[in-house]
């Protein structure tokens, strides 16, 4: 079973949060794929992740710029992990047929949604009921603060 985060976006947009999350991973010799919703926000967060500041360096790619064999970092709207990746990044209410193929996963929301809110109730009630070990994290003043983990089942 997987690791499951759920990641509730409260102060800061995907665009500022995922890359930090990111950094963490590149900084401990992970590979990663960031699953979204949409080509128009797949191609957004491509730019962003090339501007971002802090990391300064966020490798990656996508079908467009293709060689995903030697991407870090992997950005798809399939469920996919051509890059090897142990870490899986959901965003804008993606899903995963393949939770269990990683080592851990993060699901990212948008907590002034409330359609989104409720869309990560369903997924983890779903992930939970498949026995995957879940936590749940909101932003808080200081960064990312847990606030409940289950062992799953």
Partial sequence: MSEIGFYHLTRTPL???LPKLLGRVLSLGGRAVVKLGDA???ASLD???WLCQDPDWLPHGSAASGQAEL???WLTLQ???P???RYLFLADGA???QLGDFERVFDLFDGQDEAAVAAARRR?????AAGHVLTYWQQGGRGWEKKFSTAGG
Avoid: T
């Fill in 15 to 17: 665009e500022a949060a």
């Fill in 40 to 42: 128009a926000r797949l």
């Fill in 47 to 49: 730019a962003s992740l």
């Fill in 71 to 73: 991407q870090p970092i």
């Fill in 79 to 81: 469920d996919e992990a």
């Fill in 83 to 85: 890059n090897g990746a």
């Fill in 95 to 97: 899903e995963s047929a």
């Fill in 124 to 128: 983890w009630a779903a992930a939970k």
